[in-house]
């Protein structure tokens, strides 16, 4: 099985469906700043707020949404690329070896696997695997938010320390952050924010850890 090729698929169809979905949230954002139909007519309000806010809101909220269940499948088909070459080979585990090399996730039981399986370490990756844990971090609290009352998505205190600059955050979020919250802690977690360009950007780093993966995966195959 050409195992990247399919991995590859995901990814093309991830850029499809980001792009597809977020255009008519992000029309309905551009119509309402720019006070094109049919938000042209304003109704009356007495609380003095912007017209329409609650609509751009909404509009904004699902390009937020969006952008974090694309991460989740990206981490998802990410998971799944490591598992049909864990079957391909196929890899055998002790009793209970398994499930210590993965008591700290996917990523860092499959770093595990195959560094032992190629004898090489992925310090030679030439993708950014900070970035690319940061996607699996990112998806578990999409996955497990804590509050019912909002849409955001913070993220975790025990996230926060090991990367206190963390990748997928706003912009408005990386602005007001300072020295007191890097040394003390955040008085109010960052939300995850996933925009186009950090979603392409977390695509690529995946691309390019599976195409480096597949190099040696796919010599060490045809040795044996």
């Not at 979905?21 to 029309?27: E, G, N, Q």
């Not at 849409?151 to 996230?159: F, G, L, T």
């Given at each position: 099985m050409d195992v990247l090729y399919f991995f590859k698929e995901r990814t093309r169809f991830l850029r499809y469906f980001y792009d597809t979905?977020?255009?008519?949230?992000?029309?309905?954002?551009?119509?309402?700043e720019a006070g094109e139909a049919p938000f042209d007519s304003p109704p009356y309000r007495e609380d003095g707020e912007p017209p329409y806010l609650d609509e751009w809101v909404e509009a904004s909220e699902a390009v937020e949404v969006l952008?974090?269940?694309?991460?989740?499948?990206?981490?998802a088909s990410?998971?799944?690329y490591f598992r049909t070459w864990e079957q391909e080979?196929?890899?055998?585990?002790?009793?209970g070896e398994r499930k210590r090399a993965f008591r700290n996730g996917y990523l860092e039981g499959y770093r595990n696997c195959f560094e032992a399986?190629?004898?090489?370490?992925?310090e030679d990756c030439p993708a950014d695997l900070a970035l690319v844990e940061q996607i699996t971090l990112a998806r578990n609290?999409?996955?497990?938010?804590?509050?019912i009352v909002t849409?955001?998505?913070?993220?975790?205190?025990?996230?926060l320390s090991k990367y206190p600059r963390p990748f997928f955050m706003s912009d408005f979020d990386r602005a007001r952050l300072n020295e007191h919250d890097l040394e003390h802690g955040f008085l109010m977690n960052p939300s995850v924010d996933v925009s186009p360009e950090r979603l392409e950007q977390a695509i690529t780093e995946t691309e390019r850890l599976a195409s480096w993966l597949e190099e040696h995966l796919v010599?060490?195959?045809?040795?044996?």
């Open positions: 979905a977020a255009a008519p949230f992000r029309a309905t954002m551009r119509k309402i952008g974090r269940s694309c991460l989740s499948v990206l981490s990410l998971n799944l080979f196929p890899i055998r585990w002790a009793d399986v190629l004898e090489q370490s992925w609290r999409d996955q497990h938010p804590d509050e849409m955001r998505v913070n993220h975790a205190r025990a996230d010599a060490l195959r045809y040795e044996r």
